[in-house]
């Protein structure tokens, strides 16, 4: 069975899906989105998930979009055609299909779904951070098409040999380019809470409900980067990398507004390296980090088994 697509109202085959070249998703990135992990052939947390995306759309005022009810039964209809058991479902809705305009057009919105087998990866120790001042918009609570920040983000971090970025605002380290940021300090966690300045993640949400099954204090609190030497341990968190450990923090010596913040400047055109950057973090034990990916997959084992 091939990956498969959902294009307003059809399934086909995924390398079939087209989509028109007046489409304000590809034009504009004027949409939004969401990701579904699916673990036994079950779309895990995927309520959760349908309701960021409705909160999405409401921010963007975008009218029009399947109903919540409607939006389960097609995912829940695309994953039994695929016949996955594990896969991820990316679905997206834009403004839809118009004469490219800057003002909303009239249109019914357009709705794409892909469903793809999921490619376990494991990773390679050490996973490390690069520290990166926040470019992004002030409204990154969204889940938008817009993210051409978070790609250049996620590049550097990787030219640099990290798994990605530590993204820093006004002098706080609030997210990574694609997941949730989680710092542990004697045994206490600490994420940047739910304002307009990160994405709230779906594990993110999740990991709340098993640090408290594991009985361990939680603060929605961003942590400064000048505290980041008093840190113990640092995990991701998303649906697809799901609770990641992290061995190291790097920066690129030169990059000087992840600490001041932005300046007017115009940025240098550097292509960051792992040359040229330092470790300013290094991992101990990860000892909480483990407590939560145990509980993660006992719980996951436990919904497969349902
Ligand atoms: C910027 C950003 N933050 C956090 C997350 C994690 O969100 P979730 O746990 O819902 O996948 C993502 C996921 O794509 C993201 O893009």
């Known amino acids: ?3 498969i697509a959902y294009v307003n109202g059809t399934f086909l085959d995924l390398n079939d899906a ?3 070249i007046d489409e304000r998703g590809h034009q504009f990135g004027d949409g939004i989105y969401e990701v579904v992990r699916v673990y036994g052939g079950k779309p895990f947390l995927l309520h959760w998930h349908i309701e960021r ?3 999405s759309a409401a921010a963007i005022r975008l009218d029009g979009a399947y109903s919540h009810e409607k939006w389960v039964e097609l995912v829940e209809q695309a994953v039994q055609q695929s016949g996955y058991a594990e896969a991820t479902v990316y679905f997206q809705v834009t403004r839809g299909i118009a004469p490219r305009a800057h003002l909303f057009p009239n249109v019914e919105p357009s709705v794409t779904l892909i469903v793809r087998a999921h490619q376990a990866k494991k990773p390679t120790a050490p996973q490390k951070l690069l520290l990166l001042p926040d470019e992004r918009w002030a409204n990154v609570y969204i889940k938008t098409l817009n993210l051409l920040p978070n790609v250049l983000a996620k590049q550097s971090a990787y030219d640099a040999g990290a798994c990605e970025a530590l993204l820093v605002r006004d002098g706080q380290m609030l997210e990574a380019s694609s997941a949730n940021v989680w710092f542990v300090k ?3 966690l600490f994420t940047a809470p739910a304002n307009r300045y990160i994405l709230p993640g779906i594990t993110r949400r999740y990991v709340f409900e ?3 099954k594991l009985g361990l204090t939680l603060h929605e609190q961003a942590v400064p980067l000048e505290k980041l030497h ?4 640092i995990f991701l968190t998303s649906t697809t990398a799901e609770v990641l450990a992290i061995d190291e923090v790097i920066e690129w010596p030169g990059n000087i507004p992840a600490k001041t913040g932005l300046s007017a400047d115009i940025p240098a055109n550097v292509t960051v390296t792992a040359e040229n ?4 973090w290094k991992t101990g034990e990860h000892v909480i980090v483990k407590q939560l990916q145990n509980e993660f997959y006992r719980s996951i084992n436990l919904i ?3």
């Open 18 to 20: 087209v989509i028109p």
């Open 1 to 3: 069975m091939p990956d």
């Open 304 to 306: 497969c088994a349902e």
């Open 53 to 55: 995306l409705l909160r």
């Open 186 to 188: 004697n045994g206490e």
């Open 210 to 212: 098993l640090a408290e």
């Open 277 to 280: 950057c330092e470790t300013v």
């Open 230 to 233: 008093e840190v113990d341990e």
